[in-house]
């Protein structure tokens, strides 16, 4: 049996307000042995598409290697732009070594409200992922049953929203309360294509321009939240 464990702590600072939350890198950032176009950082994997579309977005001319770098280029925007990242899964352990997201048993979660709590600028969790099993979404309903917290549906629109309260513990803050927003994207996986290609907007975009393709139709999303 593989122990799957989480190679990066949350990157999130004083001033941040969304927090991006997936599941784990894939096995070979546990192990460190990374492919020649990985990052050795947050959505690292040169195979999972979260970078190339803030690039996109951005026009960052990011690096796609192993170097110092690009590991920099990466903070350094995310500061800019007040963004952090709080994968939800710290371990897990698998039959078969590879990044499946039903591939993972025996799952240790991360406390993701014990870090909103100690940083009330957050407002927004970015979700890689809707509410599959295993993904980032599903996990964090399962981990907030624990403090007694549900999602309130916002959209039913992809990518959906929902909204949820919590309550403010730190001294200076004037409201008891705060409510914080859920934005549950399109995955950057190959896997998530075919759920595209089912999406009505989709499909009309693609009537319109036939060269409009799946990575045209996730930068088109997460542009609004990037």
Sequence with gaps: MFKHTHPYKPFIQNDTKKLIVGTLPPPRFTTGELLEKDVDFCYGSYYNSLWLFIDKIHNLNLRY????????????FLIKNKIGVCDIVESAEREKVDASDLGMQNIKLRDVIGYLKQYPTIDTLLFTGGNSKNGPEYFFRKHIRDYN??????????????QFVIPNETPESIEPKRTIKTVSLTSGSGAANISISRIPLYKQLKAKNPKFNTFDFRVMQYREFF
């Design 65 to 76: 290697d192993n170097s110092q770098e690009a590991i920099e280029q990466r903070k350094q």
């Design 149 to 162: 917290i549900k999602l309130e549906l916002v959209s039913n629109e992809v990518p959906r929203i929902h």
